[in-house]
Every structure is written in C-alpha cells, then in structure tokens.
C-alpha cells in the first residue's frame, strides 16, 4: 500500500510539473499572434519573384531549392517581437527581413537577420563576422556557433524595440545591440534601411531549401 502510495504521489507530482510547465510556455506566448495560417501564403506578398516559388505545405514556409525573390508580410511592424522556427539544407543560406520595404534590395534597403549554414565549406572561410548566422547583415555580428546542425530545427526570436535589435537562437542571446553605435559613413550609406522606423517582414530566398514553421509577432508599444 505503502509503494502504491509513493507511486500515487509521483505520478501527481510529475503531473503538476507538466502543468506549470505548459502553464509558463503559455505565459511566454502571451500577446502573440500567428504570421502564418499553416496553410495558405495569405497575408505575405511574394517581391522581386525568380526560379521556383515559395510554398506553403505541410504546415510549413518552404523556400524550395532554386528559390529567389522576397516573401514578404502585407502588414507592416515597427516595435515587435518575431518568433520563427527554421530548418535549413547543408549549405544553406536564407534571411529575416526586418523594418523593410517591398521595394530595394533587402540587406540594405531594411535590415537582414542572417540565417547560414555558417560550418559549410561554402560559407567559413567566405563569410565576416557580421555576415553569420543571426547577425544584422553587414552591420553588426552576432556571436557564432550557436546554431543547431543541418537538418534540425532552430528557434530564431527578433525583438524590435526602436533602436535596439536582440536576437536569440535556440533561447541564447546572440545579438544585443543599439543601432545609434553605428556611426561609419560607408555602412549608414551602403545600409539606408538602419533609419527606417517600421516596414515589412520577410523571408529571403537565396537558392537553397529553407522551411519555416511558427511564426508569430507580439507587437510592442
């Protein structure tokens, strides 16, 4: 009876962790709404379209092999927090639009988060600092190697908060950083988009397979 007892309390106990435990991840999501419908491409407008186009299949964004062209969100943001999950291919290379217009190249026109195969032999020895995986393009580095291998799905979360962009792969920060730092003439010329105050979201296809899966954005005051 005794042991009966002790397997009871256990199993109650463990029962209690679960439920709090989802009760947190539920408190975390709060004000968070969908970008994606799980089906359609409703709401995100494809810019700039070339060789295969963006689907949406199995729950997914998927950015096929082959695939260029922007796709990006109807509406647009200024303050916010954008949660993505993300797979890429060997050798992959893809991006987060933030701040952007429909309109320009995407790096340079808004900003890019950068989303890299970043230990390929394409892309180690090519590749600065400011151009690896969660970085803003060009702009500010973020720090490396906290990027899950190929094939496995990362968590990417973006926050926004005017001139501050923070960036956290698989619940690490990578990036921190205030924009107003940078003050090199040759990259505020080279990167207009670092003065926009709000624009469009977007997905940057770059010819290699990409999928994408819960997206969602907390809008911030």
């Not at 340079?108 to 690896?132: F, N, V």
């Not at 906290?146 to 990036?175: C, H, M, Q, Y």
């Not at 010329?189 to 954005?217: A, C, Q, S, W, Y």
Request: aromatic share 6%; with cysteine.
């Amino acid at each position: 009876m005794e042991v009966a007892h002790l397997v009871l309390r256990k199993t109650l106990f463990l029962s209690l962790i679960a439920c709090l435990a989802t009760l947190a991840a539920s408190a975390n999501e709060s004000g968070f709404r969908p970008l994606f419908d799980g089906k359609t491409l409703n709401g995100w407008r494809t810019v700039d379209a070339r060789g295969a186009a963006w689907e949406a299949t199995e729950g997914m964004i998927v950015c096929p092999t082959n695939c260029g062209g922007k796709l990006m969100t109807e509406e647009e943001f200024d303050n916010f927090v954008l949660r993505i999950e993300y797979r890429i291919q060997a050798g992959g290379n893809n991006g987060v639009n933030i701040r952007a217009p429909f309109e320009g190249r995407p790096a340079y026109a808004g900003m890019e988060i950068q989303i890299l195969d970043d230990e390929s032999g394409e892309w180690r020895s090519r590749t600065r600092p400011e151009q690896r995986t969660g970085s803003i393009y060009g702009v500010l580095p973020a720090r490396s190697g906290f990027a899950l291998p190929t094939g496995e799905w990362n968590e990417l979360e973006i926050t926004a908060r005017d001139r501050e962009i923070s960036v956290r792969l698989n619940k690490v920060i990578v990036l921190d950083g205030n924009l107003d730092i940078i003050r090199e003439k040759d990259i505020l010329d080279k990167h207009p988009g670092l003065l926009r105050p709000k624009g469009h979201i977007g997905l940057l296809g770059h010819g290699t397979r990409t999928e994408f899966r819960n997206l969602r954005v907390k809008p911030l005051r």
